[in-house]
């Protein structure tokens, strides 16, 4: 009975009995084998094999040796000798010079006295562009430069001569940022997409020597040079090698043609001869006939070909490159109906099916709203007004560029109805009806359009009809456009122009500036800026208006010793910018990075740096646009302000009617003025009526970068405006004011409230 109940009171642990023995079974039996495996060797009759590189040694058992059993990697900490100077590493200005990456392609076109004015300038306005750096070598001394393009001039006419110094040029200016080398003649037209894309699928690490391989005259069957009229293309790797025998191959190497010379002296000394296919890649070539009709030209040879020789006049040069653009346009127009083909068919195999294909197809599905504030609004208009004009206008005059594209988006529209429907079909446009067109920034500029319409049939009926047509004009390929290196190391001179009705925020900007710039040892300066009206400049020795101002600056500048704070008086009853620019603009040198700030700015780093970097000597000037926080006293309503970093931007907007902040270099302002100065003469009294915004915007060539910028806000403050300004002025200033109260529900709401306490 015992024997029982304790078989009963153990049958439900014996699974896991089982399993632990079986488990410790199979451990202990996979561990003889092991090392009985382990014990075993393959002999051989020679010697043992040596151990492997990196690998600890072996002792007789075949374990590692003595000091290899608990090996660990140590740290190495860094150390400095204190009894050497230190020694400051310089650094590169890009990371692709430190990092050793080069350019992919330069290109050099060998022309003549004889059409520098003619050849030349076709190869510039045809292919040029295309190409990211290009030159021209020429044999004259003082050689008259054709608009937009780069001359080398030699001083010898000599075509040995002229081949020896180019090759000479490009390896001690080029030779070191490029991987590629493209010579061509400028009798030569060259694809430059196909010649681009061939240097894509070729490694820079062999000596390349490309072209159209010829035979020399009465040399080595097995030689060959690439001719020179077909252009040719040589690796980086090879110009090194053969920059040391050039010499060498003017003093020994005789030959008229250059091409032959250089194909010769690569030849004889570095024992590379000229090939057409390299690679996998053909460099296909065109020999053009007298009397060519291009325009009917389908040979594959042809169509195919990277360069074409000869063209023998500028017309020519132009006809190729006008033939070659449509045969490179039919192949892109063919890809995209391919790659279209190809969505259709992908995407009835999807979960959506048919239904999931957008349109056009290939472009990226409109944008779906989440609420109704993200709803973009389409703008209405017709072929000569626009009902949503920048000035925000109900109705403006459709003109410049928008007329443009409103004349192009019809005639569009109708030329792919015909398209469509012909030969049943023609349509000539009567009017346009309605148009509305709106930017998606997901996909481009969408347009609806009613067009009243008339087709005619084949048999010469004709009928009037409206049709509404949809179009969309994607967004292009995104380029990089290239700035010039600017770098956040410049000191920035601040300018604070100030009135009497300012005194009351001067102490809050001077804390914050002391603050964030002179606490932080930040590159900045300060420049006040007294604004004195004619009453107050007489009574300056009894009273001055400004002597707290000034007190506050003396304790600055006793509390950082190093700090200079300099002012500048000014009496004046009407305190144009422009004027007082001028003043503030003689009294600087010419590479100052000024900062026109306001009373109400709060001064910070993050903004000094933005402003550094978005404003570029001869190039861009940077044009803020402050957050202008709204009135507590209607927002809030008596109870407490939001105070979490997190929603600082929440209640206020940022204010588009004001040019108070600008960053701009005085050379730029200096000489943006000097044409202002020359269209007004001497009516002085335009200045009032301008701002520094409008003196680069219409006399300057500059970038205007005028963008939101979160760094700078702005408390609530009803600014005073002077009447005595323009009109335009004094009804932005008001415009400010206003918008700067409240948003449209906060106003409604203490509308609201009022009415709500006069009913009571």
């Known amino acids: 009975m015992r024997l029982g109940a304790f078989l009963s009171a153990l049958r439900p642990a014996l699974p896991l009995l089982l399993g632990l023995s079986l488990g410790c079974s199979l451990s202990l039996l996979r561990a003889s084998w092991s090392h009985s495996a382990a014990e075993e060797r393959c002999l051989a009759p020679g010697p043992p094999a040596p151990p492997a590189r990196g690998a600890p040694p072996e002792t007789g058992e075949g374990r590692p040796g003595p000091g290899h059993e608990d090996f660990r990697p140590r740290i190495v900490p860094y150390y400095r000798d204190p009894n050497k100077p230190y020694k400051k590493v310089l650094r590169t200005r890009y990371i692709q010079t430190e990092l050793g990456f080069h350019e992919r392609l330069f290109v050099a076109v060998l022309t003549s006295k004889a059409t520098l004015n003619t050849l030349a300038v076709a190869v510039n306005k045809t292919v040029a562009h295309h190409f990211p750096r290009l030159l021209y070598f020429t044999g004259l001394r003082s050689a008259k430069v054709p608009h937009g393009m780069v001359l080398v001039a030699h001083g010898d006419e000599r075509p040995i001569w002229l081949m020896y110094e180019t090759m000479n040029y490009i390896h001690q200016h080029f030779g070191s940022d490029y991987d590629w080398f493209y010579i061509m003649q400028d009798d030569t037209y060259a694809q430059a997409e196909q010649v681009k894309a061939l240097v894509t699928h070729l490694s820079i690490n062999q000596d390349v020597y490309l072209g159209r391989a010829e035979e ?11 001719h020179g009229g077909f252009g040719y293309l040589l690796s980086r790797s090879l110009l090194l090698k053969l920059h040391p025998h050039l010499d060498s191959c003017r003093n020994e190497i005789l030959s008229v043609r250059p091409d032959e010379w250089l194909g010769r002296c690569i030849i004889d000394f570095l024992g590379i001869t000229c090939v057409s296919q390299l690679q996998g890649q053909h460099y296909h070539t065109y020999e053009l006939a007298k009397n060519t009709e291009l325009e009917k030209e389908e040979e594959e040879e042809f169509q195919a070909a990277l360069a074409v020789h000869p063209v023998s006049d500028m017309t020519l040069m132009y006809r190729l490159h006008k033939q070659f653009s449509r045969i ?134 004709s009928h009037v009809l409206a049709k509404r047509v949809s179009l969309v004009r994607p967004l292009s390929k995104v380029e990089i456009i290239p700035m010039p290196y600017v770098t956040e190391a410049t000191r920035v001179q601040l300018v604070l122009p100030l009135t009497v009705q300012d005194l009351d925020f001067v102490a809050n900007f001077l804390d914050m500036f002391a603050m964030n710039t002179l606490d932080t040892h930040d590159n900045a300066l300060l420049t006040l800026l007294f604004i004195y009206h004619p009453y107050d400049a007489q009574r300056v020795g ?155 915007l219409h006399y300057s060539g500059l970038h205007l970068f005028r963008a ?43 509308l609201f409230e009022q009415e709500q306490a006069n009913s009571t």
């Open 328 to 461: 490179q346009l039919d192949r892109v127009y063919q890809e995209i109906q391919d790659l279209q083909m190809q969505i259709r068919n992908l995407t009835a195999l999807t979960p959506a099916g048919e239904a999931g294909v957008t349109w056009p197809v290939g472009i990226n599905a409109p944008f779906l709203p989440k609420s109704r504030f993200e709803v973009i609004s389409w703008d209405y208009f017709t072929e000569q007004h626009l009902f949503s004009c920048p000035d925000g206008s109900p109705k403006c005059e459709l003109s410049g560029a928008s007329k443009a594209d409103v004349s192009e988006i019809i005639e569009s529209a109708v030329e792919q109805l015909n398209r469509r429907y012909q030969p049943l079909l023609r349509f000539s446009k009567r009017q346009l009806l309605n148009g509305y067109r709106r930017f998606d920034p997901t996909r481009g500029m969408e347009y609806t359009l009613d067009l009243l319409l008339e087709a005619a049939t084949q048999k010469g009926h």
């Open 708 to 750: 939101v910028e979160p760094g700078l806000v702005q408390k609530y403050t009803l600014r005073s405006c002077n009447p005595r300004l323009s009109e335009e002025l004094y009804h932005r200033c008001v415009l400010s004011n206003l918008e700067g109260l409240g948003s449209r529900s906060h106003l409604a709401m203490a």
């Open 216 to 226: 020399f005259i009465g040399g080595d069957e097995q030689a060959r040079y690439c």
């Open 542 to 696: 009894q009273v001055d208006v400004f002597a707290g101002v000034k007190a506050m600056v003396g304790e600055l500048e006793k509390r950082y010793a190093e700090v200079k704070i300099p002012w500048i008086s000014v009496k004046t009853e009407v305190p144009s910018q422009v004027k007082l620019m001028d003043i503030v603009s003689k009294k600087h040198p010419v590479d100052t990075l000024f900062f026109l700030a306001s009373v109400w700015t709060e001064i910070n780093m993050e903004f000094l740096n933005r402003c550094r970097m978005n404003t570029i000597s001869n190039w861009q000037v940077f044009f803020p646009v402050h957050f202008q926080e709204f009135n507590p006293a209607l927002v809030y309503r008596g109870e407490q302000t939001a105070s979490s970093n997190t929603d600082f931007l929440r209640d206020g907007h940022f204010d588009r009617h004001s040019f108070a902040e600008a960053c701009f270099y005085n050379s730029d302002y200096m000489t943006a003025r000097t044409k202002l100065a020359a269209d007004i003469l001497d009516r002085d009294e335009v200045l009032e009526s301008m701002e520094v915004f409008d003196v680069f």
